[in-house]
């Protein structure tokens, strides 16, 4: 099936810092979504991109839905120590029948011990 | 709004055993998925639905058998679990396209445990 590439696999963030994460593939996607999924729970969507080259942000997170419609990108800006979690894009196909997606393995944010 | 809820929490199955995983939602969605998520490893569609009463596969739908009677609720069957069938089971909904938004929410999951 449809691959997306998500990377860093995972990182170690410090307070304060800002911190990037990726997802690519080889498809063109009309939508990209980002997840955060804490222990125990189920994923949460975090913010939501509908067209090529938009921005959107929700507190101090920052997407970006790439011009070529085949990326996205997830900024953090100051780190905090809740921010750790596991992250996911998620893609969907213009042609997808019922809304289907397509997910990223994930970025695994830790804090730096 | 409870948003969409997943019972059973928790189980442990012996191989051989069939259980249920009922999911529930009170957003009114129209489609509704099942995904299961292994260490490691991102969300990967068993079976959706675009509506009461229908039915599609997804990704990994081999061993598992689904049904959607009513709107709200969307089941999951394991006739015969099998010890690959240990994971985690989500169950998300959305929106009809032109109706809403795309985006899926999703349930708090339920781990199951085969052996």
């Known amino acids: 099936g449809q691959q997306l590439n998500q990377s860093p696999q995972s990182m170690f963030i410090q307070e304060g810092e800002d911190v990037s994460m990726n997802c690519t593939s080889s498809?063109?996607?009309?939508?990209w979504l980002w997840y955060k999924q804490e222990p125990g729970e189920g994923p949460v969507l975090l913010i939501a991109?509908?067209?090529?080259?938009e921005l959107t942000s929700n507190g101090r997170l920052t997407a970006q839905f790439g011009i070529t419609r085949k990326d996205s990108f997830l900024n953090i800006s100051a780190s905090i120590p809740s921010d750790v979690g596991i992250y996911f894009c998620?893609?969907?196909?213009?042609?997808?029948?019922?809304?289907?997606?397509?997910f990223g393995g994930g970025t695994r944010v830790l804090v730096k011990p | 709004n409870a948003g969409v809820t997943q019972t059973p929490k928790f189980r442990v199955l012996k191989t051989g055993q069939s259980m249920t995983l009922l999911c529930a939602q009170d957003?009114?969605?129209?489609?509704m998925y099942w995904y299961r998520q292994d260490p490691g490893m991102g969300l990967r569609l068993i079976h959706y639905?675009?509506?009461?009463?229908?039915?599609a596969k997804g990704e990994v739908p081999d061993g598992y058998n689904v049904s959607r009677l009513k709107k709200q609720n969307f089941l999951l069957g394991l006739e015969s679990a099998a010890p690959s069938q240990t994971s985690v089971y989500f169950c998300?909904?959305?929106?009809?396209?032109?109706?809403?938004?795309?985006?899926?929410?999703f349930g708090p999951g339920t781990r199951l445990t085969v052996t």
């Open positions: 991109l509908y067209k090529a080259g």
């Open positions: 639905s675009v509506g009461e009463g229908t039915t």
């Open positions: 957003m009114n969605h129209e489609y």
């Open positions: 998620a893609g969907q196909l213009e042609e997808a029948a019922g809304n289907k997606l397509t």
């Open positions: 498809s063109i996607f009309n939508t």
């Open positions: 998300a909904s959305s929106y009809l396209i032109g109706t809403g938004p795309y985006e899926q929410y």
